[in-house]
């Protein structure tokens, strides 16, 4: 189930990205903003969070990743 967070650049709320790291220990992944786009992101060393960015973006295994 997709969950939308507005996070305030200057204030941003302890409980919201209390609630956010929470998420994403638990496996979930994110969409958050670039300069020109989205992007995904899951926990650190999440392999299965690597294999659903893959197939969400119908990647190959030889695909680099950035840290």
């Known amino acids: 189930m997709a969950k939308y967070f507005d996070v305030h650049p200057d204030n941003p709320q302890p ?7 929470d998420s994403i220990r638990n496996g979930a992944l994110v969409a958050y903003p670039t300069d020109s786009c989205y992007a995904l992101g899951s926990r650190l060393g999440s392999k299965d ?5 893959r197939t969400i973006r119908d990647l190959d295994d030889r695909h680099h990743f950035t840290l």
């Open 15 to 21: 409980r919201t990205i209390g609630t956010v790291a």
């Open 49 to 53: 969070g690597i294999s659903r960015i």
